[in-house]
Protein backbone atom coordinates (compact mmCIF):
# COMPACT_ATOMS: atom_id res chain seq x y z
CA UNK A 1 0.00 0.00 0.00
CA UNK A 2 1.37 3.33 -1.26
CA UNK A 3 -0.08 6.30 0.40
CA UNK A 4 0.13 10.21 -0.42
CA UNK A 5 -0.80 13.81 -2.03
CA UNK A 6 -1.86 13.87 2.08
CA UNK A 7 -4.20 16.85 2.78
CA UNK A 8 -6.02 17.54 5.90
CA UNK A 9 -7.95 14.25 6.51
CA UNK A 10 -7.51 12.79 2.59
CA UNK A 11 -4.63 11.03 0.83
CA UNK A 12 -4.26 8.81 -2.58
CA UNK A 13 -3.60 5.08 -2.19
CA UNK A 14 -2.66 2.12 -4.61
CA UNK A 15 -1.89 -0.93 -3.92
CA UNK A 16 1.67 -2.13 -5.76
CA UNK A 17 2.86 -5.73 -6.45
CA UNK A 18 6.25 -6.84 -7.86
CA UNK A 19 7.28 -10.38 -9.43
CA UNK A 20 10.40 -9.63 -9.82
CA UNK A 21 11.61 -9.73 -5.97
CA UNK A 22 11.14 -5.86 -6.26
CA UNK A 23 12.63 -4.68 -9.22
CA UNK A 24 9.60 -3.44 -10.88
CA UNK A 25 6.23 -2.46 -8.98
CA UNK A 26 2.76 -2.98 -10.70
CA UNK A 27 -0.39 -1.30 -9.44
CA UNK A 28 -3.01 -4.12 -8.90
CA UNK A 29 -5.88 -2.75 -6.82
CA UNK A 30 -8.23 -0.44 -6.56
CA UNK A 31 -8.51 1.92 -2.97
CA UNK A 32 -11.58 3.60 -4.17
CA UNK A 33 -13.60 2.65 -1.40
CA UNK A 34 -15.99 4.09 1.42
CA UNK A 35 -14.59 7.22 2.42
CA UNK A 36 -11.04 8.49 0.82
CA UNK A 37 -9.96 9.49 4.73
CA UNK A 38 -6.46 8.55 5.66
CA UNK A 39 -5.48 5.03 5.75
CA UNK A 40 -3.45 3.08 8.63
CA UNK A 41 -2.59 0.05 7.22
CA UNK A 42 -3.81 -2.37 4.27
CA UNK A 43 -2.46 -5.92 3.05
CA UNK A 44 -3.01 -8.80 0.81
CA UNK A 45 -3.30 -12.58 1.57
CA UNK A 46 -2.91 -13.26 -2.03
CA UNK A 47 -3.90 -12.16 -5.76
CA UNK A 48 -7.47 -11.79 -4.70
CA UNK A 49 -8.05 -11.36 -0.90
CA UNK A 50 -7.21 -8.42 0.88
CA UNK A 51 -7.42 -5.40 3.47
CA UNK A 52 -7.36 -1.95 4.24
CA UNK A 53 -7.98 -0.12 7.40
CA UNK A 54 -8.88 3.56 7.79
CA UNK A 55 -8.07 6.38 9.94
CA UNK A 56 -11.57 6.49 10.95
CA UNK A 57 -11.97 3.12 12.23
CA UNK A 58 -13.94 1.46 9.14
CA UNK A 59 -11.74 -1.80 7.96
CA UNK A 60 -12.45 -3.29 4.47
CA UNK A 61 -11.89 -6.74 3.05
CA UNK A 62 -11.84 -7.77 -0.87
CA UNK A 63 -11.98 -11.41 -2.68
CA UNK A 64 -11.63 -10.22 -6.08
CA UNK A 65 -8.32 -8.54 -6.26
CA UNK A 66 -9.59 -5.12 -5.15
CA UNK A 67 -12.76 -5.06 -7.98
CA UNK A 68 -15.17 -4.16 -5.10
CA UNK A 69 -14.67 -3.86 -0.89
CA UNK A 70 -17.01 -4.68 1.66
CA UNK A 71 -16.57 -2.84 4.97
CA UNK A 72 -16.35 -5.78 7.76
CA UNK A 73 -18.46 -6.34 11.03
CA UNK A 74 -15.89 -5.41 14.17
CA UNK A 75 -18.57 -4.85 16.85
CA UNK A 76 -16.70 -3.04 19.61
CA UNK A 77 -18.35 -3.52 23.37
CA UNK A 78 -20.12 0.22 23.38
CA UNK A 79 -18.55 1.23 26.46
CA UNK A 80 -15.18 1.45 24.74
CA UNK A 81 -16.28 1.69 20.85
CA UNK A 82 -15.44 5.55 20.89
CA UNK A 83 -12.03 4.77 22.18
CA UNK A 84 -10.46 2.55 19.93
CA UNK A 85 -10.94 3.95 16.40
CA UNK A 86 -7.39 3.03 14.85
CA UNK A 87 -7.43 -0.05 12.78
CA UNK A 88 -3.62 -1.57 12.79
CA UNK A 89 -3.39 -3.79 9.59
CA UNK A 90 -4.04 -7.42 10.17
CA UNK A 91 -1.69 -10.14 10.56
CA UNK A 92 -1.98 -14.13 9.17
CA UNK A 93 -0.94 -17.53 9.77
CA UNK A 94 -2.95 -19.70 6.71
CA UNK A 95 -6.23 -18.73 7.79
CA UNK A 96 -5.86 -17.41 11.77
CA UNK A 97 -5.85 -13.60 11.61
CA UNK A 98 -5.64 -11.20 14.23
CA UNK A 99 -6.56 -7.86 13.39
CA UNK A 100 -5.78 -5.03 16.48
CA UNK A 101 -7.68 -1.91 17.21
CA UNK A 102 -5.53 0.80 18.60
CA UNK A 103 -6.89 3.93 20.31
CA UNK A 104 -8.21 6.87 18.77
CA UNK A 105 -5.93 10.46 18.48
CA UNK A 106 -8.16 11.74 21.61
CA UNK A 107 -8.49 8.15 23.78
CA UNK A 108 -6.80 7.70 27.37
CA UNK A 109 -8.26 4.59 27.66
CA UNK A 110 -5.00 3.07 28.87
CA UNK A 111 -1.21 3.37 27.45
CA UNK A 112 -0.34 0.63 25.02
CA UNK A 113 -3.97 -1.10 24.59
CA UNK A 114 -5.29 -2.74 21.83
CA UNK A 115 -9.17 -4.38 21.01
CA UNK A 116 -8.27 -7.57 19.37
CA UNK A 117 -10.51 -9.43 16.34
CA UNK A 118 -9.38 -12.44 15.35
CA UNK A 119 -10.67 -14.91 12.72
CA UNK A 120 -10.21 -18.97 11.60
CA UNK A 121 -11.24 -18.14 7.75
CA UNK A 122 -9.05 -15.61 5.91
CA UNK A 123 -11.01 -12.82 7.46
CA UNK A 124 -14.16 -13.26 6.41
CA UNK A 125 -15.62 -12.95 10.03
CA UNK A 126 -14.15 -12.14 13.10
CA UNK A 127 -14.62 -12.50 16.78
CA UNK A 128 -13.61 -9.65 19.25
CA UNK A 129 -11.63 -11.58 22.27
CA UNK A 130 -11.19 -8.45 24.69
CA UNK A 131 -8.80 -5.67 25.02
CA UNK A 132 -5.26 -6.26 25.89
CA UNK A 133 -1.93 -4.57 26.21
CA UNK A 134 0.94 -4.30 23.67
CA UNK A 135 2.86 -6.22 26.17
CA UNK A 136 0.39 -9.18 26.56
CA UNK A 137 0.51 -9.37 22.40
CA UNK A 138 4.04 -10.51 22.36
Avoid at 17 to 30: H, M, N, V
Avoid at 93 to 102: D, H, K, R, S, V
Wanted: proline share 4%; glycine share 14%; aromatic share 14%.
Amino acid sequence: LLCGNRQMTYEDAAFYRTTDGGLTWEPFASTDVGNYHMNTGGMFLDDTTGFLCKKTGEVYRTSNGGKSWSALSLPLPEEIAEQFTSPLTPTFTGAEGTLLIGQGENSDYGLGKVAKFTSSDYGASWKYEGVFSKSEMS
